[in-house]
C-alpha cells in the first residue's frame, strides 16, 4: 500500500478482527500482524558480493508491505477466495486505500542449485 497512507477507520479494524477470528477458528489462520512505517526500517542490500546497511525513511519508497498474514488452505481455490474476501474488507471499509494483496505459497522445501 502507499506509505504515509494514514491510519485505516475504525470499520476496518472491526471488519479484519471479525474475518481474522473467523479464519482462526476454522483452522486457517495461524498468525499475522501489521507492520511499522518505513522510517524506522533498515535494509541489507546486497550487490556484487558487498552488504551494505541502508536505514530509513526512503524518499524513494512509493509502496510498502503494511501487514502480513500466514494462511493455511486445503485447496488454491479457498486460499485465492479469502484473499479475495480480505482484500474486499479493504475496498469496502478503507475505499481510499489504494493497495495489493498478495497471495503466495509457503515453499516446504530448499530450493535446488542451478547446477543440480
Known amino acids: 500500500m502507499e506509505e504515509g497512507g494514514g491510519a485505516p477507520p475504525q470499520a476496518l479494524f472491526d471488519a479484519m478482527d471479525k474475518y481474522i477470528g473467523e479464519q482462526a ?3 486457517a489462520f495461524l498468525d499475522g500482524g501489521g507492520l511499522f512505517g518505513t522510517e524506522d526500517a533498515v535494509n541489507f542490500v546486497v550487490r556484487k558480493g558487498e552488504t551494505t546497511r541502508v536505514d530509513g525513511p526512503y524518499a524513494e519508497a512509493k509502496e510498502v ?20 474476501e480480505f ?20 515453499s516446504d522445501q530448499a530450493p535446488e542449485a542451478p547446477d543440480a
Open 87 to 106: 482484500a474486499e474488507l479493504h475496498a469496502k471499509y478503507w475505499p481510499e486505500c489504494e493497495m495489493v494483496a498478495t497471495l503466495r505459497q509457503i
Open 25 to 27: 477458528a476454522s483452522g
Open 65 to 84: 508491505v503494511g501487514g502480513w498474514a500466514l494462511l493455511q488452505y486445503d485447496t488454491l481455490e479457498e486460499a485465492i477466495a479469502g484473499q479475495q
